[in-house]
């Protein structure tokens, strides 16, 4: 049974930092892209960012490029959201996802959340200002 668990969200000021983290088991981690989506209240789930399945190549929204990184620890099997110069329109759920195919390389279809198979529970985020 696959299981990914995120941890790390909470309470910041605008302009602070977070770095969440999603722990995964179940299935060999390293073979698959993992991706971080968020979804505010009354709006949809959106794409965050996502790393494939080597860690080598990572892609992310316009919305959060150049404040989020998106890493990962094959040896743990975790996978990172660090979060820089936060917003208050960053103030979300953020939930991690793990990719239905092997060895995905397509961003286009890994900004798609149907293209996830597995998801954690999700990690309150909420930036003041």
């Known amino acids: 049974q696959v299981q990914l668990v995120e941890s790390g969200g909470g309470l910041v000021q605008a302009g602070g930092s977070l770095r969440l983290s999603c722990a995964a088991s179940g299935r060999t981690f390293s073979y698959y892209a993992m991706g971080w989506f968020r979804q505010a209240p009354g709006k949809e789930r959106e794409f965050v960012a996502a790393?494939?399945?080597?860690?080598?190549?990572?892609y992310y929204a316009d919305s959060v490029k150049g404040r989020f990184t998106i890493s990962r620890d094959n040896a743990k099997n975790t996978v990172y959201l660090q979060m820089d110069s936060l917003k208050p329109e960053d103030t979300a759920v953020y939930y991690c996802?793990?990719?239905?195919?092997?060895?995905?390389?397509?961003?286009?279809?890994?900004?798609?959340?149907?293209?996830?198979?597995?998801w954690g529970q999700g990690t309150q985020v909420t930036v003041s200002s």
């Open positions: 996802a793990s990719d239905r195919q092997v060895y995905g390389t397509n961003w286009n279809r890994m900004t798609q959340a149907q293209e996830y198979d597995y």
């Open positions: 790393i494939r399945w080597s860690g080598a190549n990572t």
